[in-house]
């Protein structure tokens, strides 16, 4: 279907269209191209076919919740063993652009860094609309404009400040787009009054825009898929894939998605996830920062299953190792490549410090090579080569092991429900607190990925920071000196804490910011007695405005 085809079935159906109300109206020219008529047109079929089957998957997932907080546990399911059982099918054949994955860079869809990331030597880009951006209403359009202009190999940006430019190389990574997950609303944009799902728009826009100019390059168009919680998920997925080859007449599988595997529930169904999404996906990913905080937010009123600070919970844990390792079997099995997770150290200038982060990463990528990933995570260019050259280390030449099958020995529930002991105590609790204030923070006036004390925090690391404190309120733990960890404490600490920051970022920084309301809404949705799904979503009437 050409643009002028296009065009005409939006003249045909205007008046069904303006059903779909753009609620946020800027002048910017290159925000017009992106919200075109034919663009905006497009989106307004997948609403219409896609947003009302949403909003009942994400009441499926509170009965499912409710399920478990009155004590049942996730399990593999019944209705579809005949799934697992039966060993002959794959998954589609893998795009050879897609093959070799072995360091993936990720990062949010600010311009510059877009080009730096693409710059990496990393294999792929993975470009996140989700928990590396914050979703204002300028940083979800400015993120198409950059896509689009990176796609067509047209992306520059100037930093008048250090009068330095940037461009792409000849010679840049593969770029698969994030978009949000299904419980995330855009407010900028209605439907019937209600608003619509955010990762609808951001698919939309971006395949739009981009199918084209990647055809001519022998390329489909790719995504990077988050927060399922089930086969039924998938499949609603999958539904939009097919819907869209068909609107656009493109090629069954013009669509390839990587899945990430990064909910407790999904852990379950990963077999029945790939079968549902067989033409369209290509790997399925270790996202274990989500992961380690849906282990807390499923389990939450499993007062035996109480994890330890977050800063303590690594790869090693039993639960943890056996979800990599099930992953990568799952996978390899169904013809999938298996990727492993983030690490999110970045650089030190301190010399002493940098070897310790060199060996961590290190340490971190054989386990993910040794387990039989396919590739992995950083989220920092200066680390890509240190990746690179251990997983190349273990390769022996190759650019995948899809031959690997897997451990041999069982992973069942019990394993991937394990839980675990570690430390409890007021120095992991004050961190935490200011972590999650900081990124917070940042969060709502617009920035989604944020360093911190070494490491570069998103929505998923915040997420456990405050998942962590609201579970040890909830059950009323003891931390390891003996102290009570009670509202009181938390109160204390936390207001504590925000002089801690004044004194880190300075007074003027911090009078500048919104530090006083963060904190308020910490307090509030770690004392809460529900628990909230995502921090994100109470945040989000706090973000930043134009």
């Given amino acids: 279907m050409n643009s002028h085809d296009i065009a005409d079935r939006a003249e045909l159906s205007r008046e069904e269209s303006s059903t779909l109300e753009i609620l946020e109206k800027h002048s910017n020219p290159e925000y017009k191209a992106i919200l075109s008529k034919p663009a905006i047109e497009f989106l307004h079929q997948l609403v219409k076919n896609f947003q009302e089957r949403r909003n009942t998957l994400l009441n499926t997932r509170d009965f499912a919740q409710a399920e478990y907080d009155k004590g049942a546990l996730p399990d593999f399911r019944q209705d579809t063993q005949h799934i697992r059982e039966d060993k002959e099918w794959r998954v589609a054949d893998i795009p050879a652009q897609l093959l070799d994955r072995r360091v993936e860079i990720t990062g949010p869809i ?20 989700e928990d590396a951006s914050a979703p204002t209403w300028e940083n979800m359009i400015d993120g198409q404009v950059n896509l689009r202009d990176a796609n067509r190999g047209t992306i520059s940006y100037t930093d008048t400040a250090k009068n330095k430019h940037y461009q792409l190389n000849a010679q840049h990574t593969q770029l698969i787009a994030r978009p949000r997950g299904i419980h995330l609303p855009e407010k900028g944009i209605a439907y019937k009054g209600e608003a619509i799902a955010g990762c609808l728009m951001d698919f939309a826009l971006y395949f739009f825009h981009n199918y084209q100019s990647r055809s001519e390059k022998g390329l489909g168009v790719y995504y990077y898929i988050p927060k399922l919680e089930s086969m039924e998920e998938a499949q609603w997925w999958d539904d939009i894939f097919r819907f869209t080859e068909d609107y656009f007449n493109t090629e069954r599988g013009t669509i390839r998605a990587t899945v990430l595997i990064e909910t407790l529930p999904a852990v379950f169904q990963m077999e029945e996830i790939l079968y549902a999404m067989k033409d369209h996906i290509v790997a399925m990913n270790c996202g274990r920062w989500d992961y380690i905080f849906s282990y ?3 389990l939450k009123n499993h007062s035996d299953r109480i994890l330890p600070d977050r800063h303590g919970i690594g790869m090693n844990q039993d639960f943890l190792n056996a979800y990599s390792q099930l992953l990568v079997r799952t996978c390899h099995t169904r013809g999938a490549l298996a990727m492993g ?3 999110a150290f970045i650089p030190n200038k301190d010399p002493q410090k940098m070897a310790g982060v060199t060996a961590k990463v290190i340490e971190d990528k054989q386990r993910e090579v040794t387990n039989g990933h396919d590739g992995t995570w950083v989220a920092h260019p200066a680390l890509v080569d240190l990746a690179m050259s251990t ?3 273990y390769l022996g030449g190759k650019i995948n092991q899809l031959d690997f099958e897997g451990p041999t020995h069982t992973i069942d529930a019990d ?3 394990k839980p675990c002991t570690g430390r409890r105590d007021e120095q992991g609790v004050r961190k935490n607190i200011r972590i999650a204030l900081y990124y917070i923070e940042s969060w709502i006036q617009g920035l989604g990925c944020v360093p911190i004390y070494g490491m570069m925090e998103d929505a998923a690391t915040a997420e456990i920071s405050r998942a962590n ?3 040890w309120i909830h059950h009323g733990i003891t931390l390891d000196d003996g102290q009570p960890f009670t509202k009181e404490r938390l109160h204390k600490w936390l207001y504590q804490e925000l002089d801690t920051i004044s004194q880190e970022v300075g007074e003027a920084r911090y009078a500048a910011g919104r530090f006083k309301e963060t904190a308020d809404l ?9 628990f909230a799904n995502f921090l994100t979503l109470p945040s989000y009437p706090l973000l930043k405005r134009s």
């Fill in 391 to 393: 997983f190349n280390k």
């Fill in 469 to 471: 404190i609201w579970q």
């Fill in 522 to 530: 910490f307090y509030d949705l770690s004392t809460a007695k529900q």
């Fill in 110 to 129: 600010d311009r510059k860094m877009v080009i730096n990331a693409m710059n990496s030597g990393a294999k792929v880009f993975m470009c996140c609309f």
């Fill in 296 to 298: 807390i937010k499923t």
């Fill in 415 to 417: 394993l991937l429900l």
């Fill in 341 to 343: 997770g983030m690490s």
